[in-house]
């Protein structure tokens, strides 16, 4: 009975320091609260939140300067915005009391189920990923936090710099031609053979905003399979390689596929257009946000103009 009743003292008092938190949001903020429209409905945040904890997009509170004070995330020292890192705190598990433990009053992330997991302790903004494009993402999050003007800065440089590299390619040399990102995961185990890459490794980048064409085999096997990546075995992969590859290192491995003679057939290979990008800079094309897609787009754009033929 004596323990049973410190269990219920206890989680009373998480229910209590729960209720506390989103008191003090309502009545210490008062009139400095937006109302957003989200895929949870209309919600309630801080219009300039103080405490804020993220998870997949990093990329977009640093590059807002908001005050990230927890986050669920991959760092990487090629990030643009890997300095930041320093100045938050990393939670050991995205869970209601590790969330709880840095007092949020706002809460971003993309997963829809998090807004009934941890809506008592702080409002939480779902943004589900792949529902909008990068840019509409940091405007919406940009609007929800009273950073718009911000936003719309970082945006507009990198439409800028993405027209310029669009007008770049647009020459004779790139007419016609298809772009692979594709990267070796060795011979064996579980996720072993050539990925090849859609999304992630600069793929937004790649097809959605400078709009290039991946190889026409690859696109078939999209569209039949549904898997926007995915790993072809080393006896077939040659047959989805285009006429230009960004072709992703792994930090500390060799490519036991470049070694091979099918490597050595392959056009793109034999006439020299391969961009290599070492595994160091695997952070730089990690996120989508638009400060990571502007670092890529420079990046991505000197690589190929260097292999152009």
Known sequence: ?????????????????????NADIANNKGADIN?????????????????????????????????????????????????????????????????????????ITYNTADFENFNKIAPVLVIPEGE???????????????????????????????AAAKTELQGETYEGKTFSIMEDWGSTGEWSGVAYETGSRGGTLVYDYLGLKMPEKLEELIAKTGEKRGTLSYEVAHEYFGDYILWFQQEGKESEYAKSDIWKSIPAVLEGRVAEIP???????????????????????????????
């Open 1 to 21: 009975m004596k323990k049973r009743g410190m269990l219920l003292c206890s989680m009373m008092l998480l229910f209590v320091l729960a209720g506390c938190g």
């Open 35 to 107: 109302k957003i429209d989200t895929v949870m409905g209309e919600i309630e945040v801080p219009q300039k939140p103080e405490r804020v904890v993220v998870n997949w997009y990093i990329g977009d509170a640093f590059s807002l300067d908001l005050n990230v004070v927890g986050y669920s995330a991959w760092e990487q020292e090629t990030m643009p915005f890997y300095d930041k890192f320093s100045t938050s705190s990393k939670l050991e598990n995205w869970a209601a009391e590790d969330i709880m433990a840095v007092e949020p009053d706002l809460i």
């Open 132 to 162: 909008v494009t990068s840019a509409e993402r940091l405007r919406m999050i940009g609007r929800a936090t009273g950073k718009e003007k911000e936003a719309e800065a970082l945006i507009t440089t990198f439409d800028e710099k993405l």
């Open 279 to 309: 595994g160091e800079n695997l952070g730089l094309f990690y996120y989508d946000d638009i400060a990571s897609l502007t670092a890529q787009l420079d990046y991505a754009i000197d690589a190929i103009k260097k292999i152009s033929k």
